[in-house]
């Protein structure tokens, strides 16, 4: 049974950093490239992050670029999502996913920026 579950979300100030984590089990986590996904409020869900198989290389989309980094332990069987210099456009539940479409994901962990 495939099982992700992210954690390390909460409520933040603009401008720090936080770390999310995903956890797996039920699949072969080396053989799958690994997404990290987010719903802001009210808004659709969106791709955030992407990382290889190997974790050598990764990209995330523009709005996060340089300021997000994505990492994997594939001994561990985990995903991680270092997030810096996070604003208010930065709160929303985030997700980790197997596939690229995000279907195959965790319950989700929020992640709430505010002053």
């Known amino acids: 049974q495939v099982q992700l579950v992210e954690s390390g979300g909460g409520p933040v100030q603009p401008g720090t950093s936080l770390k999310l984590s995903c956890s797996t089990s039920?699949?072969?986590?080396?053989?799958?490239?690994m997404y990290w996904f987010r719903q802001p409020p009210g808004k659709e869900m969106e791709w955030v992050c992407t990382?290889?198989?190997?974790?050598?290389?990764?990209w995330c989309v523009d709005s996060v670029e340089g300021r997000f980094t994505v990492s994997r332990d594939n001994a561990a069987k985990t995903l991680a999502l270092q997030m810096n210099h996070l604003t208010s456009d930065d709160s929303a539940v985030y997700y980790c996913?197997?596939?690229?479409?995000?279907?195959?994901r965790g319950p989700g962990t929020q992640v709430t920026v505010s002053s």
């Open positions: 996913s197997k596939d690229r479409a995000g279907a195959a």
């Open positions: 039920g699949f072969i986590f080396n053989a799958y490239a």
């Open positions: 990382i290889t198989t190997v974790g050598d290389s990764a």
